[in-house]
């Protein structure tokens, strides 16, 4: 099948943001626009005339760290080689940068056929809001200087980010905040409105302590019964254990996979992932 593959305009992305919302994908409510000015250059899409059958995602943060996410072909399209065609797209836009995926279990093999190795599991947890509030100690993190909090956030992804996290902070429908203390920022957090409820992410923190406290701080910020979710790496035991304490239960998971080597991250210090489908 001839397919022409192409940089997708933002309003064709928006097409592809609601073909993921129809695969039951949780969108944030405001992921399109953050998502696409991040990397405008890098979403991609397989035409066949002029109907959009299939698209991809490959952010280039960094010269050495990409990411491959929203990997769609419409069902009727599925089966034709546009996958396939999409993929090496995005591989040859990212080049040779170290790529991760998120990616469903079921193809894992197929990401490994492709030279990606499981670096860990990523459990997605689900709970509801309830009376508990914010705790002292918590800022606004739109009032920290950016590249305080810019330098902290680096700590916990492969790559700066700087364009994504300053629009991400100051989402109309998401708040972030960070604990500070005398040696500085010691966590950080966003929770944003999603097609579903709320999703928490990310969730960085120096202690579990801190960790929770904005945990606390952010299902707090919400309306009480509401549901909201917390992407957690498995390998972290402090996460899981915070999960746990809070009544949440695990909905879903996804390997994280990188093409060359997995980043030398701390990860008892990530509780929260920031999202699937761009890191």
Known sequence: MDAKIRTLSFNEFQLVIEWAVAEGWNIGQCDAGIFHATDPQGFFGAFIGEELAGAISATAYSADFGFIGFFIVKPEYRGHMLG????????????????????????????????????????????????EACLEGMMDAAEIPFNELAAYDRRFFPAPRHAFLSLWINQPEGFSVAACGKNGI?????????????????????????AEKIFVCLTAKIPKGEYFYLDVPSVNQFANAMAKKHKLRPVFQTARMYNRISPALPMDNIYGVTTFELG
């Open 84 to 131: 396939p065609a999409l993929g090496i797209k995005a591989f040859d836009y990212l080049g040779a940068r170290n790529i991760g995926v998120d990616g469903v279990e079921a193809k894992e093999k197929h990401y490994e056929s492709h030279g990606f190795k499981l670096a860990y599991n990523n459990v997605r947890f689900e709970g509801m809001a309830d009376d």
């Open 186 to 210: 010691s966590g950080f957090g966003t929770i944003r409105r999603c097609r579903k409820g709320y999703k928490i992410g990310p969730l960085f923190a120096d202690d579990p302590q801190t």
